[in-house]
């Protein structure tokens, strides 16, 4: 049984820095990516970013670059997003998820990967 459990959310100040974990484990993902999406209040789950597990390859949209980071550890199974200079926006329900091989155009879009985490709450306050 697949499993993602994220942590480390919490609330913090603005420009303050958060970094979120997601621990996988139920499977082999070494053919997976994983990616990191928030949800806002009545909002649309949106992406954050990606990492494959096997070589490490990131992806981000213009409007995320710069302040969060994503990385992995094999060894441990683990996915991480590093959130710096936070802003009140940035508040929102982050969620791990995993997925397998998807076009550039698809990789952004919550139809691409199979598993979910249940999410964790990142809380900005300005």
């Known amino acids: 049984q697949v499993q993602l459990v994220e942590s480390g959310g919490g609330l913090v100040q603005a420009g303050g820095s958060l970094r979120l974990s997601c621990a996988a484990s139920?499977?082999?993902?070494?053919?997976?990516?994983m990616a990191w999406f928030r949800q806002a209040p009545g909002k649309e789950r949106e992406f954050v970013a990606r990492?494959?597990?096997?070589?490490?390859?990131?992806y981000y949209p213009n409007s995320m670059k710069g302040r969060f980071t994503i990385s992995r550890d094999n060894a441990k199974n683990t996915v991480y997003l590093q959130a710096n200079s936070l802003k009140a926006e940035d508040t929102a329900v982050y969620y791990c998820?995993?997925?397998?091989?998807?076009?550039?155009?698809?990789?952004?879009?919550?139809?691409?990967?199979?598993?979910w985490g249940q999410g964790t709450q990142v809380t900005v306050s300005s």
């Open positions: 990492i494959t597990w096997s070589d490490g390859i990131t």
């Open positions: 139920g499977r082999t993902f070494t053919n997976y990516a």
């Open positions: 998820a995993a997925g397998g091989r998807a076009t550039l155009q698809s990789l952004t879009s919550t139809g691409a990967y199979n598993y």
